[in-house]
């Protein structure tokens, strides 16, 4: 398999797992901006923990447009409602030696709903390799690339390709919960080197 590696398992999800569980009004809040209808992922809701800095461009001094630009992540509000979050993105920037830490992204699909095929573009996309931790997928939810299917369990991390074509399909009953971690190796994106 080329576009996904598995890098860990049994990571601790739990504590951010109850986190959530407790502050569903979290998921949505930036969705609309980030993703317009229509686009691939406009089936999930996210929660936004880590990316470029909102104020400038809400506040009227930026136009939206550039909001996808290079930029340097910051860490939003959200991250102090979900604490839980940080151990797990930094045990996994220290286990895979990254150097600069992007955005950090929790989605949830609900059941029996799917991400149609699509390829990830812009700076963020190509900048940074993408790390998928699985905090909630059960027997059904299948995160595809065209040389196979990742089927994870909570607490599994996968490195993956987001600039070849991917999908997500939930068969399961329950709501898929990823996180996604968007980290800077010293030799740049493992397909931009
Ligand atoms: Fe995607």
């Not at 398999?1 to 598995?6: C, G, I, R, T, V």
């Not at 992007?102 to 149609?116: D, F, N, S």
């Not at 998928?132 to 089927?151: N, Q, R, S, T």
Request: with cysteine; charged share 25%.
């Amino acid at each position: 398999m080329q576009n996904f590696l598995k890098v860990a398992e049994n990571v601790n999800v739990t504590p951010l797992l109850l986190a959530l569980q407790r502050q569903p009004d979290l998921f949505g809040r930036h969705g609309a901006r980030q993703y317009a209808p229509g686009t691939p992922h406009s089936g999930m809701t996210d929660v936004w923990v880590r990316y470029n800095d909102c104020r400038p461009f809400e506040a009227g001094e930026r136009p939206w447009s550039e909001f996808n630009d290079a930029h340097e992540s910051v860490w939003y509000p959200e991250a102090d409602a979900i604490p839980e979050v940080r151990p797990v993105v930094f045990d996994l920037m220290a286990k895979v030696q990254g150097e600069r830490l992007g955005g950090v992204l929790i989605t949830k699909l609900p059941p029996r709903t799917a991400i149609e095929p699509h390829i990830d573009g812009g700076w963020h996309a190509s900048y940074y390799d993408k790390y998928y931790v699985a905090l909630k997928c059960e027997k059904g939810a299948v995160f595809g690339f065209p040389d196979g299917e990742i089927h994870a369990r909570a607490g599994d991390v996968y490195w993956f390709r987001n600039d070849v074509e991917h999908w997500v399909v939930n068969g399961s009953e329950d709501e898929r919960l990823a996180m996604i971690v968007c980290i800077r190796h010293s030799r740049g994106a493992a397909w931009s080197a």
